[in-house]
Structures are given as structure tokens and as C-alpha cells.
């Protein structure tokens, strides 16, 4: 036996491409060193001896990748919701923030956090933090000791919010850089991103230095872009010299320079989406968020046409929801409604491209994330949909739409990363 | 001790109007007879002998009404979803309702609907059956037993359909009657309703004897309208003579003559929408499903401005989700989207007003349901929301509005139909 080797019998379901699943019934997985070495139907005599991890009944997906989760808003879900963008940062949003000050506070909410992100089968997320140095480095510390991948950003601001959650530029930069010294080496799977929170709270000098400070470190970079028309407004009186929202993150170094995520992107123009196709820039697509707060629909069939990397998010708690698979539903409605005002122009998502995007799409910012190729890391899911129904006569790819459109938590019988078990984090 | 009362201690919160939340912290709310008496502060003297159903911590809230549900579509919950209306009907939903000419496959899937309508905390409830009138009988005797709230309608269909799901017209009209015969006076909670299934699916031969059945028998009705354009154009060109699709069902005496509720309401003219209100027909609001199916949003707003009753439905299986809870927040997004297509001009739906739609909205179509105030039959849903977060510093609004929001059929402790507790349906 080779304790490098773990062998996973099931039913295995995948997107190499959003185009179409690939299944495989009854099959082993083989893993070595926490990556995907290959897939059969019959184990050669070698292999035969190693020993099996028997899912026979169950399905085995990748794990989800959540591409932007505010970390410091996870208390507020579910509430203030008949507020628009705006007036709800003001009422609900920066003062739940500042309470990070606190570091109690954020060791209570960010251990329930750590094993809401474990219970929903997300193996691979990007938070947004708060601007509070301590509490981000313990959120970092919570994920590296979870196993459970993750981008986390200390996040900047020093203009346009009120008194109590707004920095000093010099101190922003200057604690961003210890953060980054601190932590980008630290571990193997929980990495620091750069973060202005977006560009009206962000003075020219903050993102300048920003932008210099993720080129030094090579450290990836997210934003918000083009969320709402007023926010858009904003930006276009706030900087009149730059061409379009976009513009004032690239002359910035801060799209694309180093690898870049922006989240939402609803209002991006043909412009902005052609820089992110060339920039390489992801937009991470945040549909249940969109509808919350009335910002409107993304195009994401004219991003995915133009080539640009495109992920799912929660965007909690503009979004409610902590599961990727009920934003894949989100998406292909949110894409059905597009259809219709498109004029039937914008085809609608289907459900292996929302399983694509909520997989391997954020999952590349990873890395080989996100598939069940060779040479990918062993993110996946075990699941047992024995609850939602009789499975004989279904196939693979209706047993998983099922389970992403009435399946839940329960469901999940395990997750793992890299090869990895996540054991249940601890709550308290 | 009087058996006839009950006294349930807790946090009260309901909607007597779609404008405001009523809320009575750590209050009490006395049932006699299956009905709410009042609510007090403090209990008088006579009253503080009686038993007293201690629930301090929880909601207390009024049970949750679906106004549109196919039952012989619940087993396809989730599948088929990347398919508009029409076809839908075609690959998945018909050669699934031809199922249940077999009473015992009627009688597996039925007992766990009976399971999930509980579960989800649903107390009131409009179904549509299948053609077959010995699972309809069945669906009926079980939800009797459950004693959970409903009407349950034989479809009618003798047109435009496979033939294995076709039925003669005669044979259509003496069943239906049968039906009626036998169930009309046969429990206090479970009442037959004519349910023809669409116009499209329907001879004009049978919607008059339906249209004589309801009002021979004083039985109420339901079908579908406008979901979708095909579908209204389908019924443009099978009845040229009509002004509208309204106009048909009016003309065989099914929009009002005896209570009616129509399903989606996508499409309806505003012509159509007044006629709703003049003859008191209830749209049934199926959010989800409208999504899932690409058929459009339902310009809601206009409905409440013209004073017809609105209530909340799932459409299962056009609709993946049973959960009332989850259509109050689709209800909520799509409206917010409309808000955006109609330049803002439609004012999206708030909290309360789509609680009240999935209460007393839809509860107002069974009586006195949906509501705590004096004479209203007593369905209502425990909730104890430990788990969702803090409640310290929350408003009863609040702390209603999360469990819509981020609450499952776990937050549901118990469940009360006119003040008799349901007991947990057995499945097998």
C-alpha cells in the first residue's frame, strides 16, 4: 500500500469544458499526492491493492469555488435586503464592519464562518476581509488551519465612507505590505490578494500604492466593477480624466498586471469587457447579490463570448446564500431573463456551463482547480442524493442537476482538498 | 382547564396588511377552537389557569399557503430545467403524470409530497392531480389524514397532448362530477376544486360542462394563464373569436363565477387584470418558475395596484423549490428586476408585502387563513431561529426577515393547522 495513493470509487461527474459533463459511471478515481492522476472503469492489478474509498451510490463532483465573499458581512445575511447598494453599505453594511475592530467579535463570527464555507462544499473561495489588520490575519490563520483554500484581502479604503471604517492612506499601505510580508509564504493553500474595496473609497494615492505594492509581491488583485448604475455615476464624476470605470484600475496596475478578479460587472461596457478578455482579468458573476440589491442583470453570455474568465460568487451578504450550487441556479435564471430582454439574443446558461463556472471557471484562478483532468488537485465532493428521489433510469448529469437545483448541505457526505479530507471545523 | 383553548407564549409576527409587520415580543396568543381569540401582553386572571405552550425564544407566525402545485410533478423536481414551457411539458412532465394511472407508484410519490408539504412548513395548499381519478382520490384521503390544509383538483385535458395523457370528454366530465360527489362534503380541511388544465388542453365541449359542474356544485376553479407568449399565442389562434385569453375561461363561466385562481399572470393585459379584480379571480405569483421555464416576470406591482388578491405558489415542478419561504425571496428579486424594466416605475416588492402575499393572500382563499387576528383559524409555524446568527439587537422584522431569507425546514419546530398540531406525515 502507498499512503501517497487514494483510490475513490463512484459515480464521477466533471466539466473538462462548459460545454457538456463528463461522466463516469461506477469508475475510480485515482489520486496521487493530493492530485487527480487519472479516471477508469477497471483498476489495473497494481492499483487493486490500494486501498478504496467505496462511494458507490454517491456522485463525486469537484468542489465549489466561491470567487468573492465579504467575510465581515457573514452576520448580516439575510438582512436589510429591501435596500439598494448604496443605502445599504451606509445602514447595515460599514457599521457590522467596524465591529472587527473587536477581535472577539471576529474569532466568534469567523469560526461559524469557517464551518459554514465546510458545511456548503466550498473548497476554494476569495474574501474580502475588513480593514482591520488582526482580524484578517486570524480569518488567514482559521482557513490554513481548515485546510480549506483561500484568497484573503485586507481590505483599503480612505475616502467616501464614514469616519469609523475609513483609513489613512499611508497606514492602509503600510499594514497591506506587513500583511503580505506576513502571510505570502506561509502556507500552501491560503495565499493574501490585494483589495481596494473599490474606486470611489479609494483615494488615487491608495491605489497607486496598491498597484505598486501587488507588482512588487507579485500578489494577485479584486475589486468590484460596474456594480450598480449610481456606483458607476460615482466613478465616471470622480475621475472625468479616466475612459471608463475600468481605466482607473488599469492606470493603476490593478487589472490585470498581476492576476486580477473583479466582481459583478453588470454595467461593464463592450470597452471595459474586450480589456478584461486581453488583461486576463476574471469577473467574478454574483447573480443572487445582483437581484438583492436591484443592481440588474451581468451579460455574462457576452463575457463568456468574448473569452473572459468567468467565475461564480456569493458576494455574501449583498448575497444571502453560502452555497455555490444555489448561485449556479441564480445564473441560469438570472441568464433566462437576459434571453428574454435580449430579444433571444444571449442564449441562456445551461447547467453544465453554471457547474463549469462554479468549478473549473473560478477554479483556474486557483490553479488546476476545479476538474477532474490529470494533473488537477483533488478538490471534490461526495455526494449522496439518495433523499431527492429515485435515481434508477436518471442519469449522472440529471442526478447532479437535481442535486444543484433541491439538494442542500445534507447531502454532502464529505468534502476533501488537495487529496484531503476537511475534517468539521470547530465552532467554538 | 378548558381543552378548547390553547395558549401559545412567544414572539408574534404577522402581516393584517401587506403594508406592515405586526409584532408582539414575548407575547400571548390565546386559540379557541382551532381559532385565535386575541393576543395580550399579560394574561388575564381566568386565562393564566390554562395549559401554556411555552415557546419564549421563537417566531410565531402565521403557517405558509401555496396557491399552484402539481402534484404528479413532484418526483421531477430539479430535472429538465434547460427546457422552455412547451417542451418541458413534452420530454419530462407529461410521460411523468401518465405514471400515476398506477396507484401504487401514486402512492409512494404522494406519501412523500405529504412529507415535503409538511417539512417545509406549508399549512394551505391548491394542487393540481393528474388525470386520474383513483390517485386523485388518494392525493385527497392523504393530505385528510395529515391534516394539512388543501384543495385538490382532477386535471381535465382532452386536447393538444399525447395521447396517453388524453382523455374523453364525456368520460372527463362524469369523473370530475364523481369526484366532486364523493369529496365535496367530506373533510372540514381537503375540498375538490375543477382544475382544467390550460385552454390549449382543453375542447370548448369541456370547459362548458366544467364551467356547469363548478356551478352547479358551487366548486371553485383553477387553471393556468399566460405564462408564456407561445402559449398565449397558441391560444389566440385556437380561439380567434375571444378578446383575450381571460375571455375564454370567462365565456365557459371559470373566471369568478365560483372562486378561482389562476396560475403565472405573466402576459395578462391590463384589460384582463381588471376583469381579475371585477370578478375577484387570485393570481397565484410562481416566481421560480417563471425563471426555470424562461417564460418572464409577472408584472406583480400592477396586480396589487388594481386590487386583484394575489397570493404566492411554487408551480412544482415548474418550480425546483417546495418552500413558500423561497418564493417570498424569488418573489422579491423579480420584482426588483421589473423595477429596472420599468424604469423604475414599478416599486419593487418589501418584505412584508410578500410575506403577506404567502400568508393571508394566499390564505384568503380557503377563509379566515393566513392571519392572527380575532376569528382567523389558527396555522402557524414555530420557528426557533438559534442558529441563523445573534438575535440580540434584532427586531422581530428582522429576525423574520433572515429566516426568509437564510432559514430551511430545520428552523421549523412545529407546525399548527387550525390549532391542531401536524404530526410528522410517515413516508413508508
Known amino acids: ?10 459515480n464521477i461527474i466533471f466539466t ?6 463528463k461522466c463516469h459511471n461506477n469508475a475510480y478515481i485515482v489520486v496521487e499526492n493530493g492530485k487527480v492522476s487519472g479516471i477508469y472503469d477497471n483498476l489495473e492489478d497494481k492499483l487493486s491493492k490500494e486501498q478504496i474509498i467505496d462511494c458507490s451510490q454517491m456522485l463525486i463532483v469537484p468542489g465549489f469555488v466561491d ?8 452576520a448580516n445575511r439575510g438582512l436589510g435586503l429591501d435596500k439598494e447598494l448604496l443605502p445599504w453599505l451606509e445602514t447595515y453594511t460599514f457599521p457590522e464592519e467596524k ?9 466568534k463570527i469567523y469560526k461559524r464562518l469557517v464551518h459554514e464555507i465546510w458545511k456548503v462544499g466550498t473548497t476554494r473561495i476569495v474574501f474580502f476581509s475588513s480593514i482591520h489588520s488582526e482580524s484578517t490575519e486570524l480569518l488567514f490563520d482559521l482557513f490554513d488551519k481548515a485546510k480549506i483554500g483561500a484568497y484573503i484581502g485586507k481590505v483599503n479604503m480612505d475616502r467616501n ?21 506576513k502571510y505570502k509564504d506561509k502556507s500552501d493553500l491560503v495565499k493574501p490578494i490585494v483589495t481596494p474595496r473599490f474606486v470611489p473609497s479609494c483615494t488615487p494615492e491608495l491605489l497607486e500604492g496598491l498597484g505598486e505594492l501587488a507588482l512588487k509581491y507579485n500578489i494577485p488583485v479584486q475589486s468590484h466593477l460596474s456594480e450598480n448604475t449610481h456606483e458607476v455615476a460615482w466613478v465616471k464624476e470622480l475621475h ?20 486580477t478578479v473583479m466582481a459583478h460587472c453588470v454595467y461593464t461596457t463592450d470597452e471595459e469587457i474586450e480589456l ?19 443592481s440588474g442583470i451581468m451579460p455574462v453570455r457576452k463575457f463568456l463570448n468574448t473569452n473572459v474568465s468567468v467565475g461564480l460568487a456569493t458576494d455574501v451578504s449583498g448575497c444571502h446564500e453560502t452555497s455555490i450550487a444555489k448561485v449556479m441556479v441564480s445564473a441560469i435564471q438570472a441568464s433566462k431573463i437576459k434571453w428574454l430582454e435580449t430579444n433571444r439574443e444571449d442564449i441562456a446558461l445551461n447547467t453544465s456551463e453554471v457547474f463549469y463556472l462554479g468549478t473549473k471557471g473560478g477554479g483556474s484562478f486557483f490553479g488546476k482547480v476545479g476538474s477532474f483532468e490529470p494533473g488537477y488537485d483533488f478538490d471534490a465532493l ?5 433523499n431527492l428521489g429515485n435515481i434508477e433510469n436518471l442519469t449522472l448529469e440529471e442526478r447532479l442537476q437535481r442535486f444543484i437545483y433541491i439538494g442542500d448541505d445534507r447531502n454532502i457526505v464529505d468534502r476533501y482538498v488537495k487529496g484531503t479530507k476537511i475534517k468539521e471545523p470547530e465552532v467554538f
Do not use: W
Not at 470567487?67 to 457573514?74: D, E, T
Not at 461526495?382 to 439518495?386: G, H, P, Q, R, T
Open 1 to 10: 500500500m502507498d499512503d501517497n495513493i487514494k483510490i475513490f470509487k463512484g
Open 16 to 21: 473538462p469544458t462548459k460545454d457538456a459533463f
Open 67 to 74: 470567487l468573492h465573499f465579504h467575510a465581515p458581512q457573514f
Open 99 to 107: 465591529k472587527y475592530e473587536d477581535i472577539h467579535y471576529a474569532e
Open 161 to 181: 465612507a464614514p469616519d469609523y471604517i475609513l483609513e489613512d492612506t499611508e497606514k492602509s499601505l503600510r499594514e497591506t505590505e506587513n500583511f503580505i510580508l
Open 240 to 259: 472625468p480624466e479616466s475612459l471608463n470605470y475600468a481605466d482607473v484600475y488599469s492606470k493603476y496596475k490593478l487589472f490585470g498586471q498581476t492576476k
Open 276 to 294: 478584461m478578455a486581453k488583461n486576463h482579468v476574471y469577473a467574478a458573476h454574483c447573480p443572487h447579490s445582483n437581484y438583492n440589491l436591484s
Open 382 to 386: 461526495i455526494i449522496d442524493d439518495s
